[in-house]
């Protein structure tokens, strides 16, 4: 099974670059399969791991931000696969 995990944050007011190059350097215990990291208007920033494993597995994410380098708290989702129709 490949599982998804989604890592999104908005940053502070002006401080969209440094969140951006913050997340670009979290280095994870594992290797996942893939990563991607994407920006959004309003300074958010998006970074997306899959890893083959199961749905509930003990998987590693990035962490939320020290500091006041964002807006809010970081919104975390995890999904599964669907097999294709």
């Keep these: 099974m490949t599982v998804a995990l989604m890592w999104e944050a908005r940053a502070a ?37 899959w ?3 199961p749905y509930d597995a003990d998987l590693p994410e990035l962490p939320e931000p020290d500091g006041e380098l964002t807006s809010r708290a970081v919104h975390r989702w995890r999904f599964s696969t669907v097999a294709a129709d």
């Design 51 to 53: 890893w083959d494993a």
């Design 13 to 49: 007011e002006g401080r969209g670059e440094e969140l951006l190059a913050w997340a670009r350097a979290q280095e994870l215990p594992a290797r996942p399969l893939r990563r991607e990291t994407f920006r959004a208007p309003e300074d958010r920033v998006l970074v997306i791991t």
